[in-house]
Each structure stands twice: as structure tokens, then as C-alpha cells.
């Protein structure tokens, strides 16, 4: 009966552990961090390739993606509600 209750509270605490890198992961994801930092990633490797190629102004040319970038992750969470509204039925 004591090798029963061991398993099932380590089992308890291997799911609470589970869950708390579940909530970290969820909370990382909608971070405005994460997407700062995605945002900032994605302008400098589009400046960086336009300037390669040698386009007019590419530090002024790569505003263009990183804003619907912006866009697209800000529109997401709505479209995801939608989806599961839809999808669910």
C-alpha cells in the first residue's frame, strides 16, 4: 500500500512539474518579449538580405515586413477564436 501512495504522489508531482513548463511555454508564446524580439529579428535579417542585394534604403525598406509581421501576430489570437468557435462543432 506505501509503494502505491510513493507512485501515485510522485506522479502528482512529475504532472505538476508538466504543468508548470505547460503554463511557462503558454505565457512565453503571447509574450510581448517574444514577439519584440521576433520583430526585431525579422527587420534586421530583411535589412540585412536587402542590403546584400542592394536595394535603395534597406534599413527604411525593411520596416514593411516587420510591421505586418506586428500585424500578423496581433491578428492572430482572433482568428484562432474564430477557428475553434468553427471547428469544435
Do not use: C, H, Q
Not at 529579428?41 to 525598406?61: G, K, M, Q, S
Not at 514593411?64 to 468557435?85: D, E, H, N, Q, R
Request: aromatic letters at 14%; a positive charge.
Amino acid at each position: 500500500m506505501g509503494n502505491v501512495v510513493a507512485e501515485l504522489e510522485n506522479r502528482i508531482l512529475k504532472l505538476e512539474e508538466r504543468n508548470k513548463r505547460v503554463e511557462m511555454d503558454k505565457d512565453w508564446e503571447i509574450s510581448w518579449i517574444r514577439k519584440s524580439l521576433l520583430i526585431i529579428f525579422t527587420y534586421l535579417a530583411i535589412a540585412f538580405y536587402l542590403n546584400v542585394i542592394e536595394v535603395d534604403r534597406p534599413w527604411l525598406n525593411a520596416i514593411v515586413p516587420a510591421v505586418g509581421f506586428l500585424l500578423s501576430t496581433l491578428t492572430l489570437p482572433f482568428f484562432k477564436s474564430m477557428w475553434g468557435k468553427f471547428s469544435s462543432k
